[in-house]
């Protein structure tokens, strides 16, 4: 990786979706094509808006390569948080390794869980 000025403003993509549940990729590509026309320099694909929870690893890292196609000379954050540690590691050596996705930094959150959740609890959680 690169090392980059992190520009001053940095936008968090909502990644869409399309009916059924994937990616809806041209969707993304438009997003991010403009954000980068009104002159964004930084983005946060799939990252802290929330839904990075829902997908598995190869859409994660394909959020990052659409972005990274639509955005070729902006500063790209991979998110690799996770609940567990070597899932983050994972995340973060596939970011590193791809080819296509190039990030120039790393997003990880701190540890978070999920409040267990009870039959008894009902709808009120």
Not at 44 to 56: C, L, R, V
Request: aromatic share 6%; charged share 20%; proline share 8%.
């Amino acid at each position: 990786m690169a090392q980059r000025e992190v520009p001053r403003i940095t936008v968090a993509l909502v990644t869409p979706f399309t009916p059924s549940g994937g990616i809806d990729e041209e969707g993304l590509k438009r997003q991010a094509k403009w954000v980068a026309a009104q002159g964004v320099k930084a983005v946060i694909p799939g990252g802290t808006t929330g839904e990075f929870a829902a997908m598995s690893a190869s859409e994660r890292l394909r959020v990052l390569e659409i972005t990274r196609e639509a955005m070729p000379d902006a500063f790209i954050f991979a998110n690799v948080s996770a609940c567990a540690v070597g899932d983050a590691l994972e995340l973060t050596r596939q970011a590193l390794s791809s080819g296509t996705a190039r990030p120039d930094g790393l997003l990880l959150l701190p540890p978070f869980y999920h409040k267990p959740f009870t039959p008894e609890q009902g709808e009120k959680g």
